[in-house]
C-alpha cells in the first residue's frame, strides 16, 4: 500500500502532501501504476461503503461522508463525517487530491472497516486513467468503484431502456467504463473501475444497490449525511 501522510493523503516527493500542479500529476502518475483494473472483486461482499462530499456555497468549506452498509439489507451499519477545507486548489483531472484527505480521515474513523468502497465520481473514465475510485483504492488497498452521474470523459450511446441495459463508455478507442441503466426508462449511471475490481462486477454491485432508485444507496445515504453535517456546522 502506498506510503500516506498525516492527513491520510498519498505522500508528495517531498514525503507530506502535493503542494503544486506539478507534484500531484507526479503522484498521479506514480499511483496509477498500482490500479488493478481486473479484480474481480469480492463475490458477495458483507459490507459496502458509500463516500461522498458536498461543499458549503462559498466552496471554502466540505463535509466528506463515509457510510457502511449491510451489503443483503442495504441497512446502514455504521458511518463517519468530518468537516474540514479542501486539501488542494481546484485543477481538472486532480479532483481527488482536494476530497481525498478528509474522505481517508472519516474512513479512518469507521469501527466497521467496508469491504468495498463505491465513490460518488470516476475510477478509470478519467482523462488520466486516475479517478477519486482508483485514488481511493490505491491508497487504501480496497477494491472500489467509481459511479458518477454524469460522464468526465468518453463518448457513448444510450444503453436499451430496462434495468441492467448498458452501452460501453469510450474514450477514443479504449473503453474506460459502462453507461448502466438501474432503473427502467431512467436515465443512466457512468459506471467505471477503481481498484480491484474487474467492470462486470463492478455493474453487477451497483445493480445490487439500486433496487429502488437511479443512484446507489451507498451513494444516497452518504450524500444525506454529508449534507446534514454541512447545514449543521
Not at 502532501?17 to 479484480?39: F, I, K, M, S, W
Request: charged content about 20%; some cysteine.
Amino acid at each position: 500500500m502506498p506510503e500516506r501522510t498525516a492527513t491520510g493523503a498519498a505522500a508528495g516527493p517531498t514525503g507530506g502532501p502535493p503542494r503544486t500542479e506539478a507534484e500531484a500529476l507526479a503522484v498521479q502518475d506514480r499511483l496509477r501504476r498500482l490500479v488493478d483494473p481486473v479484480g474481480p472483486g469480492p463475490a458477495a461482499p458483507a459490507t459496502v461503503a458509500g463516500l461522498d462530499v458536498a461543499y458549503a456555497e462559498d466552496g471554502d468549506r466540505l463535509a466528506a461522508a463515509v457510510t457502511v452498509l449491510d451489503a443483503r439489507t442495504l441497512a446502514v451499519v455504521d458511518q463517519a463525517v468530518g468537516i474540514g477545507r479542501p486539501a488542494f486548489p481546484y485543477v481538472p483531472g486532480l479532483f481527488a487530491f482536494r476530497e481525498a484527505p478528509a474522505l481517508l480521515a472519516a474512513l479512518d474513523r469507521l469501527a466497521v472497516r467496508p469491504e468495498v468502497l463505491v465513490c460518488d465520481g470516476h475510477g478509470l473514465a478519467h482523462p488520466r486513467r486516475f479517478g477519486l475510485a482508483c485514488h481511493l483504492g490505491v491508497v487504501t488497498g480496497l477494491p472500489a468503484i467509481g459511479v458518477g452521474k454524469t460522464p468526465l470523459v468518453g463518448a457513448w450511446q444510450p444503453p436499451g431502456p430496462a434495468r441492467g441495459d448498458w452501452s460501453p463508455l469510450r474514450d477514443g478507442d479504449e473503453v474506460v467504463g459502462r453507461v448502466l441503466r438501474t432503473r427502467d426508462g431512467v436515465k443512466p449511471v457512468f459506471v467505471s473501475v477503481g481498484h480491484r475490481m474487474s467492470l462486470d462486477d463492478a455493474c453487477a454491485r451497483v445493480l445490487d444497490l439500486t433496487p429502488r432508485y437511479r443512484l446507489p444507496e451507498t451513494t444516497r445515504t452518504a450524500d444525506r449525511l454529508c449534507r446534514a453535517a454541512l447545514n449543521a456546522a
